[in-house]
């Protein structure tokens, strides 16, 4: 059982946008940064969201990050085939006193 | 650009130690900023934190395997290693290496990843 919640899977058509969800608490996303990864298959995860909404150098602007209170949202636009995969959030939490990650959402591109 | 190399066996024995590496290319791990960290990843399952290492030694690790891990730093190398000691069929699974960031936790660039077997 993960500390941050994201929905097991998410789907969408080629163009369309997808949403995924992480929820976590106070002593997490409610008062620390969140990250979101990319975890393709055979691949190391990517990062492609830091500090709630900041994006690397390289990763399209058609993914964006957001948080409001304790839930943090991934919205990627432009869905492609080459997306799916699946997507981790991320915090730290201050009463565990480490990191935690979300259980990862599986993204299928219909 | 950064580039990290993971080495080391993935395959181990129950009860034994693993020892992972992870060489640094593109960037100095002496010059601060940056906590080399270690993840992994069980099969069908999330992602778990082990901890991480500041240049100067100060390392931090997960208090659900703080008794059994050990990272290291050696600057001189430009790598970082993790150590696992005791291990069980628990803990099989990917192991990846990552440059992250302290205060924010995020992490960027990761490693290749190194596919942890314990198994007789």
């Known amino acids: 059982q993960s500390v941050l919640t994201q929905p097991p899977s998410v789907s969408a058509a080629p163009g369309q946008m997808v949403t995924i969800s992480c929820s976590g608490s106070s002593s997490n996303i409610g008062n620390n940064y969140v990250s979101w990864y990319q975890h393709l298959p055979g691949t190391a995860p990517k990062l492609l969201i830091y500090d709630n909404y900041e994006r690397p150098s390289g990763i399209p602007n058609r993914f964006s990050g957001s948080k409001s209170g304790t839930s943090a949202t991934l919205d990627i636009l432009g869905l492609q085939t080459e997306d799916e995969g699946l997507y981790y959030c991320?915090?730290?939490?201050?009463?565990?006193?480490?990191?935690?990650f979300g259980g990862g959402t599986k993204l299928t591109v219909l | 650009q950064v580039h990290l190399q993971q080495s080391g066996s993935g395959l181990v024995k129950p009860s034994q130690t693993l020892s992972l590496t992870c060489t640094v290319s593109?960037?100095?791990?002496?010059?601060?900023?940056?906590?080399w960290s270690w993840m992994r990843q069980h099969p069908g399952k999330g992602l778990e934190w082990i901890g991480y290492?500041?240049?100067?030694?100060?390392?931090f690790y997960n208090p659900s395997l703080k008794s059994r891990v050990t990272i290291s730093i050696d600057t001189s190398e430009n790598h970082f290693s993790l150590n696992l000691t005791s291990l069980t069929a628990a803990d099989t699974g990917m192991y990846y290496c990552?440059?992250?960031?302290?205060?924010?936790?995020?992490?960027?660039?990761w490693g290749q990843g190194t596919l942890v077997t314990v198994s007789s």
């Open positions: 593109g960037d100095s791990i002496s010059s601060g900023g940056y906590y």
């Open positions: 990552a440059r992250g960031d302290g205060f924010s936790f995020w992490f960027d660039p």
């Open positions: 290492i500041y240049y100067s030694g100060s390392a």
């Open positions: 991320a915090s730290r939490d201050s009463s565990l006193n480490h990191g935690v």
